[in-house]
Every structure is written in C-alpha cells, then in structure tokens.
C-alpha cells in the first residue's frame, strides 16, 4: 500500500509520483487494471490521476472524468492545484473504493509504465491518497451470453 502524506498530512505544494515497472502488453489485446483508493484532500484543487508512458519520458493522463472504460474513475473534471489540471480523485472517499479501467481503447503493444500522480496546492491539507492492491490483468476476449432456458419450460 502506498499512502501519500506525512505524519499529519501531505505537505502544501505536494507533487507525489508511484512508478510502475514497464509491463508488457504484446499479445494482450483486453487488459484491465485494477486496484483499490482510499483519499481525503481538498476537494477539486488537491488529487490523484494515472498517468502512462511508452518511453518513461513522455507522460500522457489515462483516461477521462467518468470515462466508461473505468468503474469508479475519476470524481472530478479538473484538479486546480494540478500542474497540468488534470482530471481526477479528488475530496473524500469515504473508504475504500474498488477501481477498475479496461485498457482495450488504447490498443497498448508494448512495454507501458503507468504512474500515480498526487499533487496539492498550497493552502489546505487533509489526510492524503492511498493505493492498495495494484493488478494489470487479461479480460477473455469474448462474453457469455445467455441464449436458452431449457428446464424449466414455462
């Protein structure tokens, strides 16, 4: 689990970055991560976001604000205390979330690193992000689909 803050709470001004090695994603067309939030800072100024990177250079944010790849993605359309005002996580939580975004849209075949950002402005700080349970994993590339109910008759 990573939590981003100090004793009390993250520093003003904070800008927190967790890394991930690069993952190979050549030959898996429907990947998804998934993972588990918990956050409490200044709603709509201080907040998280993903981002991904093909070359560990050049960071691009993954995803929108209520994107429908995601379940429970991003709760605000922009971060004001954000160096790029991205989109976000953003206030309270209220406890742990469950997340999970599929990959399939950005057709990844490669190596990719993706990164949690966390920044803050200078005025107000709370408790801070926390990331639990980090999983990049393959989706079956077909669905079950229920075409007959044999017994009972009705």
């Given at each position: 689990?990573?939590?981003?803050?100090?004793?009390?709470?993250?520093?003003?001004?904070?800008?927190?970055?967790?890394?991930?090695?690069?993952?190979?994603?050549?030959?898996?067309?429907?990947?998804?991560?998934?993972?588990?939030?918990?956050?409490?800072?200044?709603?709509?100024?201080?907040?998280?976001?993903?981002?991904?990177?093909?070359?560990?250079?050049?960071?691009?944010?993954?995803?929108?604000?209520?994107?429908?790849?995601?379940?429970?993605w991003y709760n605000v359309p922009s971060l004001f205390g954000s160096t790029i005002s991205s989109t976000g996580w953003s206030g309270t939580s209220g406890?742990?979330?469950?997340?999970?975004?599929?990959?399939?849209?950005?057709?990844?075949?490669?190596?990719?690193?993706?990164?949690?950002?966390?920044?803050?402005?200078?005025?107000?700080?709370?408790?801070?992000?926390?990331?639990?349970?980090?999983?990049?994993?393959?989706?079956?590339?077909?669905?079950?689909?229920?075409?007959?109910?044999?017994?009972?008759?009705?």
């Amino acid at each position: 689990m990573l939590r981003c803050q100090s004793q009390y709470s993250y520093a003003a001004d904070a800008e927190t970055y967790l890394t991930t090695p690069f993952i190979n994603f050549a030959g898996k067309p429907n990947s998804k991560l998934d993972f588990w939030i918990n956050y409490n800072c200044e709603s709509g100024y201080d907040g998280a976001y993903i981002q991904y990177s093909l070359d560990n250079v050049n960071w691009n944010v993954l995803g929108t604000y209520l994107d429908v790849n995601g379940t429970n993605w991003y709760n605000v359309p922009s971060l004001f205390g954000s160096t790029i005002s991205s989109t976000g996580w953003s206030g309270t939580s209220g406890g742990w979330q469950h997340i999970t975004y599929k990959l399939g849209f950005y057709n990844f075949n490669g190596p990719v690193k993706f990164r949690f950002a966390f920044e803050a402005d200078n005025i107000i700080e709370y408790d801070g992000f926390s990331i639990d349970n980090f999983n990049v994993y393959q989706t079956p590339s077909t669905d079950v689909e229920l075409t007959e109910i044999a017994s009972p008759q009705l």
